[in-house]
């Protein structure tokens, strides 16, 4: 049985006292909702705020995560962050690939640079989030599960995979982000079925124990049947993650589905 991972990407946004404050209110949260091991939650907070909140984290089962690496481990690139350092603020996850940064930020990430992106998080012990999915003209192209085997296939060249803390997939169809259009749950069970078939081609029995997470709108409200999914196992949760009662309800949801 995969333990369902729900990880709130906070995206550039809130400051570090509302960071620490949230923090308290999930952990209150979760809690009270007598969440204990059976689902795992992450945050992932801007870089600069890994360390004091990793500090806020200390005695707590909430996970710390990055948003992005560089793939180098030291050098000349201002402004950049190597895994290396993320691990030492005690991060355990990274988001690699997420579509605003294969999409809208910087440099326009490649599946190349996703990939380097990717090994580099795992030289330094962290587990990358790779994040994959179509944009609507490609869904409405009939593209998608076309796009999801070359985005998997690219992001994982050179990887071997072990066992479950190497890898985790997000799905998230671009077309949802931000967006309050969230994939039904049905089309998120036929991208997350196809990824894990994928999946088994290329890694063999260790697809069955890796989690796919899905993305995109997620809400309390949409959760509980998206979660249900027998494919899906957890959610990298955006909007929804700056509130600690819209993020554990979300938890619950996925807790429902393993409790
Ligand atoms: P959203 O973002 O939940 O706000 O749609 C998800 C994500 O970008 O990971």
């Given at each position: 049985m995969r333990r369902p991972l729900i990880a709130g990407?906070?995206?550039?946004?809130?400051d570090l006292a509302r960071g620490r404050e949230l923090i308290a209110e999930i952990r209150a949260g979760l809690d009270t909702g007598g969440v204990r091991d059976q689902v795992e939650v992450a945050v992932c907070p801007p870089a600069v705020y890994l360390f004091p909140l990793g500090e806020a984290l200390k005695g707590s089962p909430i996970r710390l995560g990055a948003q992005d690496l560089h793939h180098?481990?030291?050098?000349?690139?201002?402004?950049e962050v190597s895994a290396e350092m993320l691990a030492e603020t005690g991060a355990k996850y990274v988001i690699i690939g997420h579509s605003e940064r294969r999409?809208?930020?910087?440099?326009?990430?490649?599946d190349r640079m996703v990939n380097l992106k990717a090994r580099a998080a795992r030289r330094a012990g962290l587990t990358p989030i790779l994040c994959l999915g179509e944009t609507l003209g490609e869904r409405n192209a009939r593209q998608t599960l076309d796009v999801l085997t070359f985005q998997l296939t690219a992001g994982l060249v050179g990887t071997k995979l072990?066992?479950?803390?190497?890898l985790v997939i997000a799905y998230e169809p671009v077309w949802a982000i931000g967006t309050g259009q969230n994939a039904t749950p049905q089309q998120a069970q036929e991208a997350h079925a196809h990824l894990r078939a994928r999946l088994h081609t290329l890694a063999g029995i260790v697809a069955d124990d890796i989690r796919i997470l899905y993305g995109g709108s997620v809400k309390p409200e949409n959760a509980g049947e998206i979660m249900m999914q027998?494919?899906?196992?957890?959610g990298l949760i955006g909007?929804?993650?700056?509130?600690a009662d819209s993020f554990v309800g979300i938890v619950r949801a996925a807790l429902a589905k393993v409790g």
């Open positions: 990407n906070w995206k550039m946004n809130l180098e481990t030291s050098g000349a690139f201002t402004g999409h809208t930020i910087g440099h326009l990430e490649d072990r066992d479950s803390s190497d027998p494919d899906v196992d957890g909007g929804a993650s700056l509130k």
